[in-house]
């Protein structure tokens, strides 16, 4: 056992004087049990093993995680950065499920029974445990070019109040999105104005394209029209990147083989 005579002796002194019997018998010669240490080793002993058996299946749970694993994210977490990681990381892990519930609002994953949520790193709550699951992220101001055409172009982000813009509406709050900047540290929010709102980038990328005015969208949601010629981006010194996808979740949870298995497949790398 790795334990000094003395420190055992001394340990089941203890025990005995906690319980209020001898379980032992102690000559100069040998040590027996009592009645009542023979009825306790009777009683326990089956127990240390079921104890083992269960740590060993613990021990094997590491190596095949099960269990459901509930995560609330944005539609655009969900595509990007989740699904596309889950999508090849779980294929040698069948036994672990995971549930994908898409909503836009800051809601109250313990109360609502998800084990973990998915937001921006600045919107994290302080008293939540946040991993890093994506990398920085930038919006761009983008337009086609035949909209810029007989148009000049802006070059300040109060310009845009001159110009047709394509507004996103916020799911959470039912509001408009500001068009938020930054230039040399200076941070500057914008309402803007024009024909067509959408409550998701997609249209909005779709409407930049067919030459409605100027969208504020994810630079990778408009990287292939940027590749492609078919859109430009404007303001591009106003446009700086801040913090991408974190994977939330409460400190005091427990953490089970399946949710860590989830977390180390999310989990973002450098290259």
């Not at 269990?67 to 977490?77: D, F, N, Q």
């Not at 909503?103 to 921006?120: K, M, T, W, Y």
């Not at 109040?161 to 068009?179: D, E, K, T």
Request: charged share 25%.
């Amino acid at each position: 056992m790795g334990v000094s005579p003395s420190a055992l002796s001394q340990t089941m002194r203890a025990l005995e004087e906690r319980l209020g019997y001898r379980l032992l018998t102690r000559t100069t010669r040998s040590v027996s049990t009592t009645d009542a240490g023979e009825r306790l080793l009777a009683a326990v002993a089956p127990r240390f093993e079921e104890i083992e058996a269960e740590l060993s299946m613990m021990g094997a749970l590491r190596d095949r995680p099960a269990g459901l694993v509930r995560i609330t994210c944005s539609e655009r977490a969900a595509e990007t950065v989740l699904w596309p990681k889950l999508a090849v990381g779980l294929v040698e892990y069948p036994d672990v499920k995971v549930e994908l519930f898409i909503d836009h609002s800051f809601i109250d994953i313990a109360a609502q029974r998800f084990d973990a949520g998915v937001r921006l790193g600045e919107s994290v709550e302080k008293d939540m445990i946040a991993v890093r699951i994506g990398p920085d992220m930038r919006m761009v101001a983008v337009a086609a070019p035949n909209y810029l055409t007989g148009r000049i172009a802006p070059a300040t982000p109060q310009d845009l109040v001159a110009h047709n813009c394509i507004n996103l509406r916020l799911s959470s709050s039912g509001g408009l999105y500001a068009w938020e900047f930054e230039k040399d540290g200076h941070p500057l929010r914008v309402k803007v104005d024009g024909q067509f709102t959408f409550n998701t980038v997609r249209p909005m990328v779709s409407a930049a394209v067919r030459g409605f005015g100027i969208a504020y969208v994810p630079e990778d949601s408009a990287r292939p029209y940027l590749d492609s010629g078919e859109l430009v981006q404007v303001l591009d010194e106003w446009c700086q990147p801040f913090s991408g996808f974190h994977l939330y979740y409460p400190s005091r949870r427990q953490m089970n083989p399946a949710f860590a298995m989830v977390i180390d497949v999310l989990r973002h790398r450098t290259p």
